[in-house]
């Protein structure tokens, strides 16, 4: 079975300063990442995917994204982190493989990202 | 392209009663998703629907059940609600081919159960 953790339930950090939300996983094939947003009483956002090639995946907003896959790791990045970036941020997978050829989306439980002015 | 649109966005309903939530995926996506977004649960998967058939199944109850008209437009029901079921609604549609395909969450249909 997939799945995927945030071991962060939040993270602060100060305007301006790097930022660093993580995310691991598990799946049987390959795996499909995906990092999305969510503001206040709105749905989520996509922000990028990683599905093969360039380690590094480049997304909406100045994030980014590292796949790690011997840490099975995916982590999202920003370089200056701005106040409006405070928000929930959700990690999910997909696995390659599955059986009846389609595989739904894993979630992990979210982070909250503080930004402080 | 007009993103995907949930309706209502608001719902008080009480105990025992049931729902219908719909929501219209981008044009030309031919998978729904439905997801139920809690603080305590997070976000769980309940049931895909790709050309009018579901061909995913979360871990819910039989009182949740979906299903997805000739246009794409799909539909939620949840009978006999309980308090538990109050949580945020959220509907991602995708064109559905490939497992690598992005999903594009509506706004959601916030449904409080008194």
């Known amino acids: 079975a997939q799945s995927v953790a945030q071991p962060e339930d939040q993270v602060n950090v100060a305007e301006g300063n790097p930022l660093t939300v993580k995310c691991t996983y598990s799946?049987?094939?390959?795996?499909?990442l995906f990092w999305y947003v969510q503001y206040p009483n709105r749905g989520l956002q996509f922000l990028l995917k990683?599905?093969?090639?360039?380690?590094l995946v480049k997304g909406s907003y100045g994030f980014e994204a590292e796949f790690n896959k011997s840490q099975t790791s995916f982590h999202l990045k920003k370089p200056s982190a701005l106040v409006s970036d405070s928000a929930l941020y959700f990690c999910?997978?997909?696995?390659?493989?599955?059986?009846?050829?389609?595989?739904?989306?894993?979630f992990g439980k979210g982070t909250m990202l503080l930004v402080s002015p | 392209k007009a993103g995907v649109t949930q309706t209502p966005r608001y719902l008080i309903k009480t105990r025992g009663q049931q729902v219908t939530l719909s929501c219209s995926p981008i044009?030309?996506?031919?998978?729904v998703s439905w997801y139920q977004q809690t603080p305590g649960q997070g976000l769980q998967f309940l049931f895909e629907?790709?050309?009018?058939?579901?061909?995913n199944k979360g871990n819910f109850p039989g009182r949740f059940s979906g299903r997805q008209f000739s246009n794409s437009r799909s539909e939620m029901n949840v009978s006999t609600l309980e308090l538990g079921d109050s949580a945020l609604y959220l509907c991602?549609?995708?064109?559905?081919?490939?497992?690598?395909?992005?999903?594009?969450f509506g706004p959601g249909t916030r449904l409080t159960v008194l």
């Open positions: 990683y599905i093969t090639g360039d380690n």
């Open positions: 799946v049987s094939g390959n795996p499909y």
């Open positions: 999910a997978v997909r696995d390659s493989v599955k059986n009846s050829g389609y595989s739904t989306l894993t």
């Open positions: 991602a549609s995708s064109s559905g081919q490939l497992s690598t395909d992005t999903q594009y």
């Open positions: 629907y790709f050309s009018e058939t579901q061909r």
């Open positions: 044009s030309g996506h031919r998978s």
